[in-house]
Each structure stands twice: as C-alpha cells, then as structure tokens.
C-alpha cells in the first residue's frame, strides 16, 4: 500500500495541484448559479410549473446529500489522483448531457451526474489544501479557495443572462465544457496523490442511514421550500423519517471502531463552533442568493442579465477580499474577523429588510457588496480554524462533515426563508380589503420579501452570540 501522506511536501508541485482544483471547483460553482437564473425561461421551453424546475436545484442538492457524507470513506479508499480525474469525468459527463438536454427529464439526470463530480470533488479540494499546505499558510490558501468559490456564482448569473438573452441556455454548459476538460487535463498531467490509503471497513448499514438521513432532511426542506409547504405530507414524512436516520446514524458510528464519519471530531470544541458558524453562514448566503434575485426579476420586473449584474460587484468583492481574509487569519486568528463580518452582515440584513420598488440600483449594489464583505470575513476563518484543531487522521471526516451541512444549510435555509416569505405575502393579503385586486400582489411580495430578510437578520445574530466562543487554534499535532 502507498503511504502517499508521507511524500514530503518540498516534492508537492503545489501551484499546478491547487490550479487543477481550482478551475474544476470553479466552473462547477458556475454552472449552479448560472441554471438558477435559467429556470424561468427553462419553465416556458420545457413547460413545465415552477415546482417541476425547482427538481434541478433539489435534485442537484439531494445527490450531494446523499454523496458527500459518504465522500470521507472515500477518501481512504482511493487515491487523490484517482478520485479528482473520477469527479472530473462525472462532471464533463454531467455537463454534455445537459448542453444536450432535449427535454427536462434529461436535463435532470444530467444535474444528477454533474452533482456526482461536484459531491466527490468538494471534500477532496478541501482534504488536498489541508494536506499539502502548512497550517500557517492554511487561510490564505482557503483564501484562495473561497476566491474561486464566492466569484463563480457571482458571475453566472450574469454569464447566463446575457447567454440566454443572445443565444440559449444550453450555452451555459457549452461554456463550461472547455474548462472541465482543461481543468481534467491538468489533473491528468500534474495531480499528485497526498493522502493516504488505509481501506477501512465498508459498513452498508452506515451508508444506507446516512443516505437515507441526509437525504431526508434535504428533501423535505426542499419540497417544504418549492411548493409543498409544510403541512404536506410528503414533507413531514421526509424530515421525521430522515432525523430518524440521522439519529441512528449518529448512535451507529460512536459504536464503531472504525465509522464511515468519525464523529468523534465533534468532540474538539472549535470544529464544533466552527461548524456552526458555517453553517448559519451558509444558511444566510443562500437564502440570501434566492430571494434577492427573486425580488430583482419578478418584483422590480428586471430581466436575468441586469438582474446578474446588479449582483455582480458584490461577488466579486467577496472574491477578492476572501484572499486577504486568509492572510488576516493566519495572521490575527477568526476571532477579530468574525465578530465584526456578523455586526456587518445583521446590518446589511436589517437594511434589505427594507427593501421596496422604490429602492434604487446603487442602494441594492452596495448593501449586498457590504454583505459579501461580512461573508467573507466569517466563512473561510471559521471553517479553517475548525478544522485546525482536528488531528491529521480526522481531515477526511472533518471536511466531509463541513461540506454535508453546508448543503443540509442551504436546504433548511432556504425552504425557512422562502416559507418565511410566503407566510408574509399571505398575512400582508389578509388585511386588504380585496385580495384578488392585482395592485395588492406587488406590496404583498414586497412585505414578504422584507420579511426573508428579516429572518436572515435573526440567524446572523444567533451566529453573532456563537462567535464570541471562537477562539484561535494552535496548531501543534503537525508540521
């Protein structure tokens, strides 16, 4: 067996491994954003209801549920090089079938092959950096990272609108297919096996749990998200049924002497905290990237190109400042860097709470910049100090538990923020005098809306209590 974690790191061609990780990452970021803004054209070319187009993001969702928890185990059992061309060829192979797509079942099968590429690759990104990086050199190579990670669906958007507005959107995936191959070329050439490969025990029990946990929970919210609500069935069922997994899963895996998810890494407080932090985090962003563009298009009646490109100082703002956030970590720790991002993003949430027909474009471009910048300051700080403290050998379970709740973040975050908003467009209905008259819809959207961002404002102050527990990690089980 190839002890690959001993290679030494002066042997490590480190710039063309973390290019080869960060073009993959950032062209699979891409393609996620850039289909968002597509599903109301895609509604009207593949008739179908707006429940139906949501399958693409949810199913994208549900399969890296499903895959990343289980990406951990795979990480002991194949090598980088293998794992990172394996990713590579589901995403390509993702990526044809969708700019080839003729109907939406293919379409979605297609996003179902591309989330096989982008569950293997998330935590096999993570694992490399923290492997082939020193951890005083850790944040501003997540830096880097969360450079590619921030700007990539900040400019899909906007790519995809002016791609649908000239072309169509099978363009979306004609774009993204260079890269891929490059990105897969690169890998081929220059990716180097850093971890090591220990095989441990394949326990089915384990797997089929935590699919069926995660799973759940992604499904549930998701559908209580679109057009369930949560009264449905369907979606009690599905959250009852996958904490009940999770559960069991949890239980399973303390008993084991080796588990697929070494939840022991729990048992190092600031991982703890700082997945927490990740995760309000990730429940604020993307809750945050549904409802504001929501609000540009339908509300203010925007198209998807100027929709995009309202957005798009913001994100690259988060992009650039994500870089020098990771200098400021190894310099100063997450403490001085997350407090004030959360006093910045409970600000720029309470202003969005605000938000109405007469705000203007640069009132939307700065405070959602502002929120980018507090975003950047919180999210790579925390995740990276978190993972710090965990020895060696738990990296592979420490970042598959990180990207699994980002995931599970984002479908409890926005199925809460989307009901939150429906909630407050049916109360605002409530007390006109006439509810069908269309001049009330646009107000009622608009109380709605301020009422989403209201709900961002309190899970970033739930998040600002729990940043005071941060503290910084000394790195003393490697070198």
């Known amino acids: 067996m190839q002890g690959t974690s001993e290679i030494n790191n002066k042997q490590l061609k480190v710039l063309p491994i973390l290019i080869s990780l960060l073009l993959s990452g950032f062209i699979g970021m891409f393609s996620e954003t850039a289909l968002n803004v597509a599903l109301s054209d895609l509604m009207q070319i593949l008739s179908i209801t707006p429940a139906t187009a949501q399958w693409l993001t949810t199913g994208y969702l549900l399969t890296l549920g499903i895959l990343v928890p289980v990406s951990g185990l795979l990480l002991q059992w194949f090598t980088t090089r293998q794992l990172f061309i394996t990713s590579l060829c589901f995403s390509i192979l993702g990526t044809i079938l969708a700019a080839l797509a003729p ?7 297609a996003r179902v092959v591309q989330a096989i590429g982008t569950g293997l690759l998330l935590p096999l990104m993570f694992n490399t950096i923290l492997v082939i990086f020193p951890a005083e050199k850790r944040g501003a190579a997540m830096g880097m990272i969360g450079l590619v990670i921030m700007v990539a669906p900040a400019i899909g958007p906007t790519v995809a609108g002016l791609l649908i507005e000239n072309l169509s959107w099978h363009w979306i995936f004609w774009l993204a297919l260079p890269v891929l191959i490059i990105a897969l070329i690169c890998g081929i050439l220059f990716m180097q096996n850093v971890t090591k490969i220990t095989k441990p025990k394949i326990d089915a029990l384990s797997i089929v749990l935590s699919s069926i946990g995660f799973g759940g929970i992604v499904f549930g919210f998701s559908s209580a998200g679109e057009s369930e609500g949560w009264g449905s069935q369907k979606v009690i069922i599905a959250i009852i049924v996958g904490a009940v997994s999770l559960i069991l899963f949890g239980i399973r895996q303390m008993m084991m002497k080796q588990p697929m998810i070494n939840l022991r890494a729990f048992r190092f407080p600031m991982f703890s905290v700082g997945v927490l932090m990740v995760f309000l985090c990730m429940m604020i962003i993307l809750s945050s990237m549904l409802i504001l563009p929501m609000y540009l298009i339908t509300g203010l009646g925007y198209t998807a190109f100027k929709a995009g490109l309202l957005l798009l100082p913001g994100g690259i703002i988060n992009g650039i400042m994500s870089p020098i956030m990771g200098r400021l970590f190894d310099k100063y720790g997450p403490k001085w860097l997350a407090i004030p991002g959360l006093i910045i993003v409970t600000v720029a949430m309470w202003f969005f709470s605000s938000i109405s027909v007469t705000s203007t474009n640069a009132f939307i471009i700065v405070l959602h910049s502002t929120l980018m910048i507090g975003v950047s300051m919180i999210f790579m700080p925390s995740q990276t100090n978190g993972i710090n403290q965990l020895p060696r050998e738990l990296y592979p379970d420490g970042t598959a538990i990180m990207n699994t709740l980002q995931q599970v973040a984002g479908a409890i975050g926005t199925a809460l923020a989307v009901s939150v908003m429906a909630a407050g467009q049916k109360s605002y209905l409530r007390g006109v005098t006439n509810p069908e008259d269309p001049a009330n819809l646009l107000p009622a959207f608009t109380h709605g809306v301020q009422g989403a961002f209201i ?17 910084r990690v000394k790195v003393e089980h490697q070198k």
């Open 455 to 471: 709900f961002g404002m309190c899970v970033a102050i739930v998040g600002l209590i729990c940043s005071f527990f941060i503290k």
């Open 103 to 109: 109907s939406f079942e293919v379409l979605l099968l």
